[in-house]
């Protein structure tokens, strides 16, 4: 029977057997990742001609390529031919793609250039180029693709928020340009990929499942995320379209908290901001930081990380991530954002193990879950903290104290947008 | 030189270490550490400049003691309770490179059951390279580089001493 989203994602629940289903994620894979717009990597893992990346776009691996004009392309990362994988690494550099099957090689533009004996072929080399996305738009060296073609402008997508939240982070540089190519470290998490985006944009989880890094070391989360609406101003964000924010700017006390120095021991990039963007300006994004963000459907930016959540199966997913580096900045500068990232996000880290951990703990809860329970009452997910004193603004933006589940209700607004679009077969 | 009295004293205390770690005897493991103690864990092999690259876990000192401290709150929830693991060393060479620090390499595997969550039992294959100097007449530890089999692929929690 097909899925209806309608009745299992409601304003102020969602049903648990979204979590674990495996028929909603084979759909969700096809309407969010296939026939949507989703984030790839950025340009600066791919600086010379010829550089490539391997990326997942959901389920379907591929390959993000800077071609001979310095255009960025995104193709299958699967022969034309009989399906091989054409890239095993996760990066390289190549004039060509070769296929180990039967020697058939692609340009950087997915054009079939060359097979084997080929009088064997009546057919047109034009017809057997790789697969390729549809549509790539670049904003700032972030790389978006739609594979299928047909979800609109990327513009529709982001709306104005997406753009300003990475103009936000960029802007904190600078040159105004950051870097991506330090790679990027695969968290394998056994959960639905759906319980990121929410612990992402979650502010009301962080004094309980973090209160050992509260307790263990000084983090300005205590400062913008812990004690709830009694001692922080943040805000609970959600733009539409299922781009959502956790808006600490409020709640600092400090300028440069969100890096955890004081301007001493990081003069040179103050400085260097300030000669770009002017005293004024500086001041404030100084005291501001990068924002924590999640742009729907997998990309997170979470201050000075950059993360894709990837979905693997309705109970598996990798959280990859990796740590923005500041273009223009003193020696040593970006080495603390790489130990800054180290200490937060990861396997090893001290905080995203404990966010791993209970969306495992999520997982094993909501597994016995079965659809047809929906309407039994059994098995719903609660998601109505703040719906009372939630605000929204002129521009239809929601928003409420952080701790308040405004981010995760604008997820799961914007996956019922796209889902039910799906008609029945 | 490496004297079979050498050998012998850098065997077992890598076995005590592994011991420490495998049982979360916290404190005793962090007593066989030097000031300056490095512990390295790379998204990739053991080469190049670790302070220029990303890492699973690249902890000076300070940063270890914090770990440790994290994992004493007995609020760390990805260690409640504490994984069940034991690892196998083997493979053991010891060389005294004659700067005053004893060299150690060793191939591990771990076995950990992911009590806290799924129940897996996650299997850590690696090679560790080790550091070790003399302080006060006793072996003290001031690197341990950790070279997972998996290193490139990505991993689950690793939130024990490895």
Request: charged residues 25%; negative net charge.
């Amino acid at each position: 029977m097909a899925i209806d989203y309608g009745q299992l994602v409601q304003g102020d629940r969602i049903h648990a057997s979204l979590l674990h289903d495996p028929e909603a994620f084979a759909e969700e894979m096809e309407e969010i990742f296939f026939r949507g717009w989703a984030f790839v990597g950025h340009e600066s893992e791919i600086k010379s001609q010829g550089d490539w990346v391997t990326r997942h776009l959901g389920n379907e691996s591929v390959i993000m390529v800077r071609e001979y004009d310095d255009s960025v392309n995104v193709l299958a990362n699967r022969c034309a031919h009989r399906g091989t994988a054409l890239c095993w690494e996760h990066r390289g550099n190549s004039s060509f793609f070769q296929c180990t099957y039967h020697n058939w090689r692609f340009g950087l533009d997915g054009a079939l250039r060359t097979v084997p004996f080929p009088d064997g072929y009546s057919k047109p080399k034009e017809e057997l180029g790789l697969d390729r996305a549809g549509q790539i738009e670049i904003h700032r060296g972030f790389v978006f693709a739609n594979l299928d073609g047909t979800a609109g402008a990327l513009s529709e997508h982001l709306g104005a928020a997406g753009y300003q939240l990475i103009d936000r982070l960029c802007e904190l540089s600078p040159t105004g340009r950051i870097d991506l190519s330090k790679g990027w470290i695969a968290h394998r998490v056994q959960s639905n990929w759906k319980l990121w985006p929410e612990s992402d944009s979650d502010g009301y989880h962080v004094g309980f499942v973090h209160a050992s890094m509260s307790a263990s070391t000084d983090t300005h989360y205590d400062e913008v995320a812990v004690g709830g609406d009694a001692v922080s101003s943040s805000r609970a964000v959600d733009y539409g379209k299922g781009h959502l924010e956790l808006d600490w700017r409020p709640s600092y006390q400090t300028e440069l908290s969100w890096l955890g120095v004081n301007r001493d021991k990081v003069k040179g990039y103050c400085e260097a901001l300030t000669a770009r963007v002017g005293s004024e300006s500086a001041e404030q994004m100084l005291w501001d930081g990068p924002p924590h963000a999640f742009l729907f459907p997998n990309l997170f930016l979470g201050e000075l990380v950059v993360a894709i959540v990837e979905p693997v199966g309705p109970g598996e997913m990798i959280h990859r991530h990796t740590s923005v580096q500041f273009e223009g900045v003193e020696e040593g500068f970006n080495q603390r954002l790489l130990r800054q990232t180290e200490a937060a996000v990861g396997p090893a880290s001290f905080i995203t193990s404990d966010d791993a951990v209970t969306a495992e703990r999520i997982q094993a809860g909501v597994s016995g879950t079965r659809r047809s329970w929906a309407e039994e009452n059994r098995g719903w997910i609660d998601l109505s903290r703040g719906l009372h004193r939630e605000q929204v603004d002129e521009a239809g933006t929601r928003s409420s104290d952080a701790s308040d589940e405004t981010t995760n209700r604008g997820f799961w607004h914007r996956y019922l947008e796209i889902m039910s679009r799906r008609v029945s077969m | 030189m490496t004297t079979p009295a050498l050998r012998a004293e850098v065997e077992a205390f890598l076995y005590r270490e592994a011991r420490l770690a495998d049982e979360f005897q916290l404190d005793e493991w962090e007593a066989l550490l030097t000031d300056d103690f490095h512990y390295w864990v790379p998204a990739g092999r053991l080469e190049g400049e670790p302070a220029d690259q990303l890492a699973y876990l690249n902890d000076n000192r300070t940063r270890v003691a914090t770990r440790i401290r994290q994992l004493k709150t007995g609020k760390r929830l990805s260690q409640l309770p504490l994984s069940p693991m034991r690892r196998v060393i083997s493979n053991i060479e010891v060389s005294d490179p004659g700067d005053g620090e004893v060299s150690a390499t060793a191939n591990f595997v771990i076995y950990e059951l992911a009590a806290q969550s799924s129940r897996e039992l996650r299997v850590w294959p690696g090679h560790v390279q080790y550091r070790l100097r003399r302080v006060d007449q006793t072996l003290r530890m001031s690197a341990k580089w950790v070279e997972l089999v998996t290193a490139d692929i990505g991993q689950r929690n690793l939130t024990f001493l490895i």
